[in-house]
Each structure stands twice: as C-alpha cells, then as structure tokens.
C-alpha cells in the first residue's frame, strides 16, 4: 500500500502559481506512473497530467499545456506540479496519484489516491 501525502495547495488571485507536492510513502513509488487528477464543483475527476517513471515522457490535459509543469524526484520519491498563470477554471480539488503503467494512468487508472488539496483561483 502507497500512502500519498499533498501539500501546496490554497487560495491565488487569477494569473498567479501555485506549486503542489507530493511525496509517496514506498521507496518503490518510484517505478511507478504519477500525477495529478482534480474534480471540480458538479464535475467529474479528470486526469490532467502524468509523468512516466523516469521522468522522460509526460501528459498533459488540453486545458493545463503550457501553463503546468509537471516533475518528480525519484530520490525522494515526490512529484511537483508548478501551476502557472492560474484562471479560475483551475479552481479544483486536486489529486496525487500514483501507479501503473503510464497508460492505464492517463486512462484515468492508478493504483493510489492522495487526500485531495483545494486549489482556489479568484478572480
């Protein structure tokens, strides 16, 4: 079992960053597929972003590209989410997740869920 720690998370006025982490709990989370998911209010959860093990091929939602960023530190078993020029339509919760392949991933299919973090952008 992968427990999935989140932090970053919070209120930003719109065109401003915000940067997510989070940290896994298993050394071998570093073989895995991870990224972010969000659910905003009377929508359902959507991928937006996943990184491959190595860190060498990413996705990106249509929405998000350009604007997020997303890393991870295999050494400290952590990916970031670097979240630029923020609207108001990124108002969301936001998952961690982690596991599988980096296809069943971005099909919406990991293994492992964070808590969830608010992310709020105002206008």
């Known amino acids: 079992q992968v427990q999935l720690v989140e932090s970053g998370g919070g209120l930003v006025q719109a065109g401003g960053s915000l940067r997510l982490s989070c940290t896994a709990s298993?050394?071998?989370?570093?073989?895995?597929?991870m990224g972010w998911f969000r659910q905003a209010p009377g929508k359902e959860r959507e991928v937006i972003t996943a990184?491959?093990?190595?860190?060498?091929?990413?996705y990106y939602e249509d929405s998000v590209k350009g604007r997020f960023t997303i890393t991870r530190d295999n050494v400290k078993n952590t990916v970031f989410l670097q979240m630029n020029s923020l609207k108001p339509e990124d108002t969301a919760i936001y998952y961690c997740?982690?596991?599988?392949?980096?296809?069943?991933?971005?099909?919406?299919?990991?293994?492992?869920w964070g808590q969830g973090t608010q992310v709020t952008v105002s206008s």
């Open positions: 997740a982690c596991g599988g392949t980096f296809g069943s991933f971005i099909r919406g299919k990991p293994d492992y």
């Open positions: 298993q050394p071998t989370a570093h073989t895995y597929a």
């Open positions: 990184i491959d093990w190595s860190g060498e091929t990413t």
